[in-house]
Each structure stands twice: as C-alpha cells, then as structure tokens.
Nanobody, 123 residues
Framework: EVQLVESGGGLVQAGGSLRLSCAAS????????IGWFRQAPGKEREGVSC???????YYADSVKGRFTISSDNAKNTVYLQMNSLKPDDTAVYYC?????????????????WGQGTQVTVSS
C-alpha cells in the first residue's frame, strides 16, 4: 500500500523558516517523482516543487529562491525547506508521488497523495 506521510508544518512568523518532510512507503522510492503541492482556502491546489527520480528539480515561480526540495533515498523521504516565508504561503501542503514527472508536475494527475500538513504564516 502506497503511503505518503507529511510532517513539519506549523505556525511561523513572516520571514521565518520551516522544513516539511514527506516519508514514503509501499513503493520503490527510487522509481518515483515526488512533488509538493499546496491548497489555500478558496483556491485551487497548486504545484510548489517537484523532484524527479534522476534528481531534477522544479519550482513554482512564487517560491523560486526561497524553497528548496531535496531527497534522502536512504530514508525514502523528501524534504521541502521553506525560507523567507510569506503570509501568501499559508496553505495545506501535500506531497504526492508518480512514476511520471510529467503526469505529476505538469498534469497534476496522480493517485498517490499524502494527507497534508498545515502551514500558517502570520504577518
């Protein structure tokens, strides 16, 4: 059974930092692209960042230079380091996995999602 478990969310002041973790199990981690998405109240889910199985990384324009995605294949875990946080970053953050980075990052179409972790940035 595929499982993606996010952790690391919380309340932080603007300008602060958080590191989210996505622990994966139930599939061959090295074969999958892993992505971070977020959804704020009243808004559609949007892609934040993605890392392919080869290590290529992708970022939304709104987070470039502030967020960094990384992968620890030994721990089957993907991290999202978020610096210089802004109130607009407030959302539920989800990780997701797919064999195809195209399907995951471009089409945002995958069956494998975590339960989400809340990130709240106060002004």
């Amino acid at each position: 059974e595929v499982q993606l478990v996010e952790s690391g969310g919380g309340l932080v002041q603007a300008g602060g930092s958080l590191r989210l973790s996505c622990a994966a199990s139930g599939f061959t981690f090295d074969d999958y692209a892993i992505g971070w998405f977020r959804q704020a109240p009243g808004k559609e889910r949007e892609g934040v960042s993605c890392i392919s199985k080869s290590g290529s990384t992708y970022y939304a324009d709104s987070v470039k230079g502030r967020f960094t995605i990384s992968s620890d294949n030994a721990k089957n875990t993907v991290y999202l380091q978020m610096n210089s946080l802004k109130p607009d970053d407030t959302a539920v953050y989800y990780c997701a996995a797919d064999l195809s980075v195209l399907r995951l990052w471009v089409l945002k179409s995958t069956d494998y999602w975590g339960q989400g972790t809340q990130v709240t940035v106060s002004s």
